[in-house]
């Protein structure tokens, strides 16, 4: 009965299209009312213990960060510091946009700002010289969602705060498998380029090796950031919500400095960033108080007893994780979905025997596959926008679908080998 009035009112409420966040909160509402008449001070104690947590102040710092770099136009410099590495290869300038995804990724911390700020330097670009529009927009989609597994990550970092589970070793986590899966896309880059000889463009003749390593001097405002974010966190200097900071400010001098940000570019970019964590919070707030009642009702609880009683094997109750995640990654933004399914899903993987900094990057690849999935999958929209519509959002689905292939691939690779997540974590902070 308590399952049927938690479902219920929150699957009415999604379907007739109340905002998740609102759609969460009065389904807290609701069931304390139900079963705790009078007991609305949980809710507010339960959003107010989310919102003073420490580390969750990062994800505003890593969102101006993001978009300050945005409209500050470093990636444009970043790109052109990396192409001439690429030329060499088959596939040529696609790999650019893999590598310069992760590098951007490395620092911005979202897949939406990687997908737009990479999508609008390599689109018209790789357009005018002939590449084919649909595979550009398809790599570029699937490359954009490197920005939420390589850390920083605003998912990695919510999802340490509301787990309980150390931010600094999630971040490291995220490295080998973010690594991982830009070495698989280039694999499949160069597969495919030899297979077909018409797909791309006749390669041009790359500059000579000096020249090359000459441009990847240019590579240095995205140094200064990573050591600004990361290496202050690894060397124990910072928290992450002060690296985030640091970085933040960091990002908006060299804009200014080196890059074309304005006071009028810095005022927009703010005002994004506020609108983002806006729409973030709301989310947040409605996710906590439900999860304050379904851990009050004891529902993980009763579900983990309901699987152990049913002797399902770790390996089965993860996989029917990783359907639900893909279903509703068809309808749900990322971190909705994550923020709906972690209060019921964490205590039941955890109960199976698996490891909570694996799962966080398990869970995010899961993310990273729902922003390429159609019909909510807002990498699609965002590069197929950039393209001007010369890309349909149906079209660039098509082309990601073999990146959404790799990707569950890797995530049969790494629930294989969990080391290749937790070796680094566990080597640098044990």
């Given amino acids: 009965m308590t399952w049927l009035l938690l479902i219920t009112p929150l699957a009415t409420l999604l379907l007739i299209g109340v905002p998740i966040g609102v759609a969460l909160g009065i389904t807290a509402f609701f069931l304390l009312e139900i079963f705790f008449p009078g007991s609305f001070q949980l ?14 102040t990062a994800v505003s710092a890593f ?19 990396v192409a001439p590495l690429f ?18 990724g490395s620092v911005s911390g979202t897949s939406l700002a990687t997908a737009a700020a990479v999508g609008s330097v390599a689109y018209p670009q790789l357009a005018e010289r002939g590449y084919p529009k649909g595979g550009v927009v398809g790599l570029l989609a699937a490359s954009g969602t490197l920005g939420i597994i390589l850390p920083p990550s605003l998912i990695l970092v919510i999802y340490g705060a509301t787990q309980d ?4 070793r999630l971040f490291l986590a ?21 297979m077909k000889s018409d797909w791309l463009p006749k390669a041009v003749a790359p500059p000579s090796w000096p020249q090359t390593l000459l441009s990847l001097l240019g590579l240095w405002p995205i140094v200064i950031l990573m050591m600004a974010v990361l290496g202050t966190i690894y060397l124990g200097v910072a928290t992450p919500t002060e690296a985030a900071t640091l970085g933040a400010f960091a990002t908006i001098v060299m804009g200014f400095v080196f890059g074309k940000l304005t006071p009028r570019g810095l005022l927009k970019a703010l005002t994004n960033s506020v609108i983002s964590f806006g729409a973030i919070a709301l989310i947040m707030v409605g996710a906590a108080m439900l999860t304050q009642v379904i851990s009050i009702l004891g529902l993980p609880m009763e579900l983990t007893a309901a699987i152990e009683e049913l002797a399902l094997g770790k390996y089965t109750i993860f996989l029917a994780v990783v359907v ?12 909705s979905v994550m923020l709906m399914t972690l209060p019921l899903s964490f205590p039941m993987m955890m109960a199976a025997g698996f490891d909570p900094v694996w799962y966080g990057i398990a869970v995010t690849i899961l993310i990273e596959i729902g922003m390429i999935t159609p019909p909510v999958g807002i990498n699609l929209f965002v590069l ?27 995530l049969g690779i790494f629930t294989a080998f969990p080391t290749i997540i937790t ?6 902070m044990n």
């Fill in 165 to 168: 589970v150390s931010v600094g």
């Fill in 87 to 104: 030329q060499r290869l088959p596939g040529s300038l696609m790999h650019t946009n893999i590598a310069v995804g992760a590098l951007f």
């Fill in 324 to 335: 639900i995640y893909i279903v509703l990654g068809c309808f749900f933004d990322g971190l």
């Fill in 384 to 410: 197929s926008a950039i393209s001007k519509s010369e890309v349909s959002v149906s079209e660039a689905a098509r082309e990601t679908f073999p990146y959404w292939i790799l990707m569950l691939v890797c």
């Fill in 43 to 56: 809710a507010v104690t339960s959003t107010w213990n989310t919102f003073n947590n420490f580390t969750l």
């Fill in 174 to 194: 995220g490295i080998a498998p973010g690594l991982f899966l830009a070495i698989v896309f280039m694999i499949y880059i160069s597969i495919r380029a030899k």
């Fill in 423 to 428: 070796f680094l974590p566990n080597w640098m």
């Fill in 63 to 81: 969102i101006v960060l993001g978009e300050v770099l945005l409209a500050s136009g470093l990636t444009a410099r970043i790109y052109t510091a």
